[in-house]
């Protein structure tokens, strides 16, 4: 039961906190669970992110599912899953209230300018570190920036290019596997080659001891 509080208030905490949408939250959840939980390695959190980024859904939302069910099952999951997405409805709930009245207030408007630049930070840093926690070499370094000048400056849909990254790793990968089925068939050829010259030695050494 411990555990399952710690989920719910562990995710409550960074689905109160987030800004920005799910690329922002990485660094909280970070830091909450792989720092201060250590319910996973931080190897083990880089690739969560790539496999739960890769899923259809709210990135966030993924997120807080694949930590709960790795740590405690499906019931953590749904702990995780609640804890990721409250605060969101009871804001949200509460700012339809009064939409026009938050959306025109002064205040507001001015402490969202300022949040602005802290969430490009928060989204900067992480894409940051998955790069090099990715540990591509460098030679891959046009392809995000190709990607990223696709999107904004041709206007590009990411579904495409999404899309078009399945189908190469796809293609790729079975060209991979050709290669290494047909280095397996000629090492075997050669091997039987080899085992053929052997016998082939072995009989002449032998005819010639009988000739002998």
Excluded at 105 to 123: D, Q, S, Y
Aim: hydrophobic share 50%; with cysteine; aromatic share 10%.
């Amino acid at each position: 039961m411990r555990l399952y509080f710690d989920l719910l208030t562990t995710f409550l905490k960074i689905g109160s906190f987030t800004l920005g949408g799910g690329y922002a939250m990485l660094a909280l959840v970070e830091q909450a669970v792989v720092r201060q939980k250590k319910w996973i390695d931080e190897d083990e959190f880089w690739k969560m992110i790539t496999i739960v980024q890769s899923l259809p859904g709210v990135f966030a939302v993924n997120t807080a599912l694949y930590v709960g069910y790795r740590i405690a099952g499906k019931a953590g999951a749904a702990v995780s899953f609640l804890g990721a997405v409250l605060p969101s409805l009871v804001i949200i709930g509460a700012i339809s209230t009064c939409f026009q009245e938050f959306r025109e207030n002064e205040t507001v408007m001015k402490i969202f300018a300022g949040i602005r630049p802290c969430v490009v930070a928060l989204i900067l840093a992480p894409s940051v570190k998955m790069f090099i926690k990715s540990k591509l070499s460098w030679k891959f370094l046009p392809i995000p920036i190709l990607v990223a000048a696709a999107v904004v400056f041709l206007k590009m849909s990411p579904v495409y290019i999404i899309m078009a990254a399945i189908i190469c790793t796809i293609g790729w990968e079975y060209l991979k596997i050709k290669d290494i089925d047909k280095k397996s068939t000629d090492n075997h050829e050669e091997d039987e080659a080899a085992d053929d010259d052997d016998e082939k030695n072995v009989e002449f050494i032998s005819s010639k001891k009988e000739n002998d």
